[in-house]
């Protein structure tokens, strides 16, 4: 009888996972058809196999978080061509690029930020401002109720979501940023690598022999493709090891501004967790908020290739 009574809590525990895995993967429509919107107005979105060649190679295996070494299942970078001036001529990824050193690499570490970095701050979002991607993005926001109408008071709010300053080590200043922990990336207690989920910056970091790919990860027979333009990988950088990372491929800078902050501004969530179907892709989409800031923001790639469907 006690047998039966805790099978029966086992049967039910397994139904109660089943509804709980069943309900994350509800797909958001309203989210995935603003997504698509956006992804068609992304007229700077690098094209695979043209603008840029990756090499996804071996599957990487698992390592625990704050493992140092990790097994290389990639001998060469994920990166084997980038159209360099392709990245330089196009005004939102050349004002982008000139943002990646303004940032100390340590949490705990206060950041000193210079009037030059203010400048190139405002220089990028009024150039990202000036896309039919953030445009657009913003259209929604003001219909939604979560931005102002006023161009000048939706930078505002832009720049205090992205780059304004706060403790992310109680130890120490104001150490981080929503905007370098993203697009940056960052190092906690020396042992840990946190956020970096750009592909600009990936790519730069590999070609500086920063960052070693180890190889991709994936779910199930989920095996991804190399014109793909979302992955999951696993890397080092500056000695530490990011079990699995995960970012967009060749997507515009001003493409993942607008995602996450429609995804931010439309919750009140500390974490918000959306499922999304997007061109071809089946994403799990993060935002954690940090107070009024940014605390991370990433894609997690579900399925590709409309395997969902």
């Not at 007229?43 to 390592?63: C, E, H």
């Not at 939102?92 to 100390?104: I, Q, S, V």
């Not at 304004?164 to 190092?187: A, C, I, K, Q, W």
């Not at 967790?273 to 790639?301: C, D, F, W």
Request: with cysteine.
């Amino acid at each position: 009888m006690a047998g039966g009574r805790v099978w029966g809590g086992f049967i039910g525990l397994l139904a109660l996972f089943a509804y709980i895995d069943a309900a994350s993967q509800t797909v958001n429509q309203e989210l995935s058809d603003m997504f698509d919107v956006l992804w068609k107005l992304d007229v700077n979105r690098f094209k695979a196999g043209t603008d840029y060649r990756i090499s996804l190679q071996g599957k990487a295996g698992y390592i625990p978080s704050g493992s140092t070494t990790a097994k290389d299942h990639a001998s060469s970078p994920l990166f084997s061509y980038v159209n360099e001036n392709k990245l330089k001529s196009i005004t939102t990824y050349a004002c982008f690029m000139k943002l990646l050193d303004n940032y100390e690499r340590a949490t705990g570490v206060a950041e000193k930020v210079t009037s030059e970095e203010v400048t190139e701050n405002n220089a990028f979002l009024d150039a990202i401002l000036e896309t039919a991607v953030m445009k657009r993005a913003h259209q929604y926001l003001v219909k939604k109720g979560k931005s102002h109408s006023n161009l000048r008071q939706f930078k505002i709010q832009l720049y205090y979501m992205w780059f304004h300053l706060y403790h992310r080590e109680r130890n120490g200043g104001e150490d981080s940023s929503g905007f370098e922990h993203v697009f940056v990336g960052e190092t906690k207690f020396g042992n840990e690598i946190m956020g970096l989920h750009n592909w600009v910056q990936f790519y730069l970091q590999e070609k500086q022999h920063l960052l070693d790919y180890k190889g991709y990860k994936a779910r199930h027979n989920d095996m991804p493709d190399e014109d793909d333009h979302v992955l999951n990988v696993q890397f080092s950088w500056h000695g530490l090891v990011k079990p699995v990372g995960s970012t967009f491929i060749g997507v515009s800078p001003e493409f993942e501004m607008a995602i996450f902050t429609i995804l931010f501004l439309t919750s009140t969530e500390k974490t918000t967790i959306a499922v999304v179907n997007m061109a071809e892709y089946q994403l799990e989409m993060v935002v954690h908020r940090h107070g009024r800031s940014i605390g991370t923001s990433y894609p997690k790639l579900l399925s590709s290739n409309n395997r969902h469907i």
